[in-house]
């Protein structure tokens, strides 16, 4: 569900970074992107365009150089428990449970007490029931991975990053996660920012595809993915809508 006006402003943005002998590397030049409450949006572009770096700036983990960047009006500056940041890398805590790791951001938030009910929500919303007392060295990489989307969504962020987060998960653990983002999404309607590498999930979860140029990354292509839920990877719409992306990362 899409609604509103645009949540998230970025215009114009512009991020380089300068190595120690004082070269500038432009990372991100003139990005633009609009999205609204509820839209699910893919970043898709060639290693090094500036991806990550774009979510870092929506996180407020790093500021921009040009241009302007806002959600809900007001310019990003610092991280916020209302934007949630998924990385690549599982990043959990070793000496905690399964439980204990999704519940550590509302520890840290001090919300604990009042929301304590969405921690077994999130658990069961994540196929982990069960495991809410493993540690993380017992469970599987895609367990370890749907517990670091936990940790995320149970602070019901307006806003979630995902870098990569299904990338080193086999095909099927995949899918059942791209499944359960979608079941997330249905219920709470955030703002999710994708990056991925695969095109079919790109077309398989997003409402837009935002397709990046190489370094510096600026817009290249904005394609609309306007296809019903659950979506038919094998549909002739579909597999259109794949080589409607494929097309525009054809830079040669
Ligand atoms: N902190 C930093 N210091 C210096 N250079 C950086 C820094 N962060 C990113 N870069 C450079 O900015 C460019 C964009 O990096 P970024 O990580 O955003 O790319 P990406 O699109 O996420 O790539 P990938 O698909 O490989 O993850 C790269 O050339 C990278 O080397
Ligand atoms: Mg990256």
Redesign the pocket.
């Known amino acids: 569900m899409v609604t509103g006006e645009h949540k998230l402003i970025a215009e114009h943005i512009t ?5 120690e002998d004082g070269v500038r ?4 030049e003139d990005f633009n992107l609009k999205v609204n409450q509820g839209e699910v949006v893919a ?1 898709i ?12 700036l929506v996180a407020g983990l ?1 500021e921009v150089q040009e241009g302007t960047l806002t959600y809900d009006g007001q310019p990003i500056t610092a991280p916020d428990p209302n934007r949630g940041f998924v990385f ?1 890398q599982a990043n959990l805590y070793p000496w905690l449970t399964v439980e204990k790791n999704v519940a550590f951001g509302l520890k840290a938030n001090k919300v604990y007490k009042e929301k304590k009910p969405r921690v077994q929500e999130m658990i069961d919303l994540m196929g982990l029931t069960g495991f809410e007392k493993s540690y993380p060295h017992q469970i599987s990489g895609g367990m370890a991975a749907r517990v670091a989307i936990a940790q995320t969504l149970v602070m019901d962020p307006e806003v979630i990053l995902l ?2 987060p299904l990338s080193a998960l086999d095909a099927f653990t995949r899918a059942v996660i791209q499944d359960e983002i979608l079941k997330m999404v249905d219920r709470f309607h955030p703002i999710v920012l994708l ?1 991925t ?1 695969d095109i079919e999930e790109a077309v398989y979860l997003s409402d837009r595809v935002v397709v ?1 140029s190489p ?3 600026t817009n290249v292509a904005d394609i609309k993915i306007d296809l019903p839920h659950p979506r038919d990877r094998i549909s002739p719409e579909f597999i259109a809508k794949r080589h409607e992306v494929l097309d525009a990362l054809d830079f040669e």
């Open positions: 991020r380089w970074f300068t190595s590397l432009m990372a991100l970043l572009g060639p290693s090094g365009c500036g991806k990550s770096t774009f979510l870092r790093d690549q870098d990569e990056v590498h990046l370094r510096p990354g």
